[in-house]
């Protein structure tokens, strides 16, 4: 079974630190995107950070730049997500998502399905105040 999986998350004090890892069972994810969305109730999904394969360019939301980084490791065929300084306006379901092709440029912080073709289920964060 093709298959992302999300953990890490949990309940962490504003100021404090998660490490989110998204694992891939039944694929690699050489020469794909992975980008990390999340999700608060009753908001839109939105896009928080992702990295390309070859080049391991980066993006990030405004909203977390200079607080989280995101970096892979394709031996463990894993993409980590490491939140520092978190706040409580952080707390969502996050989840992790993959292209099925490669990007050169840049990737993208849309949630667009179209191009991220397989998702997590997603894991929660939760920053208490």
């Known amino acids: 079974q093709l298959q992302l999986v999300e953990s890490g998350g949990g309940l962490v004090q504003s100021g404090g630190s998660l490490r989110l890892s998204c694992a891939a069972s039944?694929?690699?994810?050489?020469?794909?995107?992975i980008g990390w969305f999340r999700q608060a109730p009753g908001k839109e999904r939105e896009g928080v950070s992702c990295i390309l394969f070859t080049s391991r360019k980066t993006n990030y939301a405004d909203s977390v730049k200079g607080r989280f980084t995101i970096s892979r490791d394709n031996v463990q065929n894993t993409v980590t997500l490491q939140m520092n300084s978190l706040k409580p306006e952080d707390t969502a379901r996050y989840y992790c998502?993959?292209?099925?092709?490669?990007?050169?440029?840049?990737?993208?912080?849309?949630?667009?399905?179209?191009?991220?073709?397989?998702w997590g289920q997603g894991i929660q964060v939760t920053v208490s105040s």
């Open positions: 998502a993959a292209t099925d092709v490669e990007y050169m440029d840049t990737c993208t912080l849309e949630p667009d399905e179209g191009r991220y073709r397989r």
């Open positions: 039944g694929f690699t994810l050489d020469y794909v995107t």
